[in-house]
């Protein structure tokens, strides 16, 4: 008897697992053969929530740009599941990657949000998205660990307003192309000015937000949190294990073969001052508890109230074992005791 839930998605009719399949692997470290053996696998175990994007493979490179969202599609359709999966993806916030959309700079403007659409449904080879998430904000903003050193004020007039990006997405929905919105990598204030632009134009409300959270980067309890339990939009929290820092891997500088840190690097935002010993912290609370360290992780973030659903990355059967094991290890009291007393003496090295 598996402990995977089903919980609602936002205040929409649709209900979630309480697991995510996160595919950004997919078309890299991951080719569509091994793909197809890891989505089978979900859903054979009840996972029938698959999370992607406009800009996966990661690391992004315009040579596997749209890769997982292709994969995923060929995946729906040779198994003709397209109706019975839920599909989220993301159209590409404010960057210099010219190379997504036929020689543009990415923003979130009526005329590259259409592009974005309509090429995600087009890869995915379906007429409808069920979630579709802005994965970066269009205004210029801290993001992706650059927090570190605190908030940063930038120039944003030249931003396109949240009302813009609100009204185009809304045109999706009432086409049918799109279900339901949701954000990612938001703040408070950003989640909080969409839900007043829909209340103040009587447009779809977002449902959900997507931010990094984990025993290293619990930065969404001081706002996002209350939003998801307030407003009903709720958290999709991604790196759950930290991008595999949380299992102790990369302790002492150690770099598995084969492990992403091996592969690409890109390991910064869980290198910070303090995140070392942290780590090994939640690494030996695991062993006392009796559990393995990425068992604890997922559960801290599976079990949290404002969770909607866990999203997670796996590149073999091992990581896959112990993603399954996660939902079944009970979670108490005394452990998030524990938790909390790491955590208050070093909060959030990795935000």
Not at 67 to 82: F, T, Y
Not at 181 to 186: A, K, Q, V, Y
Not at 277 to 282: A, E, L, N, S, T
Not at 337 to 348: D, G, L, M, S, Y
Request: proline letters at 5%; aromatic letters at 8%; a negative charge.
């Amino acid at each position: 008897m598996t402990g995977l839930e089903r919980r609602p998605l936002g205040r929409t009719d649709i209900t979630v697992p309480s697991l995510c399949l996160g595919t950004m692997m997919y078309g890299d470290q991951m080719d569509e053969a091994g793909a197809f053996h890891q989505m089978d696998r979900c859903y054979e175990f009840g996972i029938d929530f698959f999370d992607t994007a406009e800009l996966y493979t990661i690391p992004p490179k315009a040579e596997t740009q749209g890769d997982s969202e292709r994969i995923v599609g060929n995946w729906m359709k040779e198994r003709s599941v397209r109706d019975k999966v839920i599909i989220a993806t993301k159209v590409a916030g404010r960057s210099p990657m010219s190379w997504i959309r036929n020689g543009e700079n990415t923003r979130v403007s009526p005329t590259q949000i259409r592009k974005a659409v309509e090429g995600s449904l087009e890869r995915l080879q379906t007429d409808y998205i069920d979630l579709y998430q802005i994965h970066w904000p269009d205004r210029r903003l801290s993001v992706f660990g650059g927090e570190i050193d605190g908030f940063k004020v930038f120039d944003n007039s030249d931003a396109v307003p949240i009302e813009e990006q609100l009204s185009t997405l809304a045109d999706f929905v009432k086409e049918g192309k799109i279900r339901h919105l949701g954000l990612s990598n938001e703040t408070p204030w950003g989640t909080l000015e969409f839900l007043k632009a829909a209340d103040k134009l009587s447009l779809p409300r977002v449902v959900t937000v997507q931010n990094a959270y984990n025993l290293t980067n619990r930065v969404a309890e001081y706002g996002l949190a209350e939003v998801a339990m307030e407003e009903g939009v709720g958290l999709l929290p991604y790196s759950p294990i930290g991008q595999g820092a949380l299992t102790g891997k990369y302790l002492g500088g150690a770099k598995p073969a084969g492990s992403r840190g091996e592969m690409f690097g890109r390991l910064g935002r869980y290198q910070t001052p303090g995140a070392e010993d942290v780590i090994k912290q939640y690494v030996d609370l695991a062993a006392e508890v009796g559990t393995d360290p990425a068992i604890l992780a997922m559960q801290f973030v599976t079990t949290r109230p404002w969770v909607t659903s866990n999203i997670f990355g796996a590149s073999n059967d091992d990581q896959l074992d112990k993603i399954f094991a996660s939902v079944d290890f009970k979670w108490t009291d005394e452990i998030m005791a524990k938790v909390n007393a790491i955590h208050a003496a070093c909060p959030n090295p990795c935000p």
